[in-house]
């Protein structure tokens, strides 16, 4: 099964759209709640990361017999530092998110404690894309 999803720049109202969808369909084929949890965590945190850092992007998720593969792209402004962003903590969003109560630096530490396999590939002014799977 595949899923996809348009992800707008700066809009929170939005931001958790694509992973109530998919926990809905996660739930119909009776996936194991804990896992279900784990899979919309790092959903939520990949789709607000797009809304608080991007120009906007795209959310594909494929759902196969064995777990679930989902990957973000983003259109910019990218990650200067990967290694820096996966520290709890460390945070470049903007005051205006931070007031929202986004931004704590979280979201990347929190997408890989719940995925099996994580990967991210990201050009500075181009954009960043996130691989993420869990497995059921």
Do not use: C, W
Not at 20 to 36: A, D, F, G, R, T
Not at 43 to 68: K, M, Q, R, W
């Amino acid at each position: 099964m595949n899923l996809n999803f348009e992800i707008a720049s700066g809009d929170f109202s939005k931001a958790g759209r694509a992973s109530s969808h998919i926990k809905k369909v996660l739930k119909q084929l009776q996936v194991e709640p804990k896992v279900i949890k784990r899979i919309v965590v790092a959903i939520y945190e990949a789709e607000v990361n797009v809304v608080a850092h991007s120009v906007g992007g795209t959310l594909s998720a494929v759902i196969d017999e064995i777990g679930i593969q989902v990957e973000l792209k983003d259109n910019g402004p990218g990650i200067e530092d990967i290694e820096k962003a996966m520290k709890k903590g460390y945070s470049t969003a903007s005051k205006k998110v931070r007031d929202m109560g986004f931004g704590a630096g979280m979201g990347l530490p929190n997408i890989k404690k719940n995925t099996d396999e994580l990967s991210i590939k990201s050009k500075v002014g181009e954009g960043t894309t996130v691989t993420f799977r869990t497995n059921f």
